[in-house]
């Protein structure tokens, strides 16, 4: 039996995909489960049209995910931070307080792109590394700095 996914479904396809399935694996899961509807005309000139839609939207996802990358490449961010006299500082850098400098600085970079082992927890210059979608990969230079005397108080 030939069926369209709705859905990825492991080990048999990708959303849009037309499979050729064994009936009761189509009748007693995927129809009822939602993963699939029957492959008529219709529906795979449906499936079809979706599909290419589906790519034209990646390619552009992809363009602006290159853009993104390609600006951020060597990119300087400067983070004031509360710290000690040693340089400690008192709250850790996370991947939401660098994604938020960057945000204010124009660039939308959410939390989960930005890969840190443990947070930064010194005053000092570090290198680290975005991974956006598609397989792509910037680094940027964090340079956290200790604020002025006068503001911490």
Known sequence: MKVILLKQVD????QWDIKSVADGYARNFLIPKGFAVLATVDAVADANKRKED???LAEQDLSKVQELA???ADYEVIIPAKANEN???YAGITP???SEALAVQGFKVPSRQ???EKAL???GEYTVLLSFD???EANIKVIVEELPQEIKE
């Open 54 to 56: 589906l790519s034209k």
């Open 134 to 136: 598609h397989g792509l």
């Open 87 to 89: 340089g400690t500082l």
């Open 96 to 98: 939401k307080i660098i």
């Open 114 to 116: 930005i890969k840190l």
């Open 70 to 72: 390609g600006a951020l």
């Open 121 to 123: 927890d010194a005053v």
């Open 11 to 14: 080990n048999l396809g990708e």
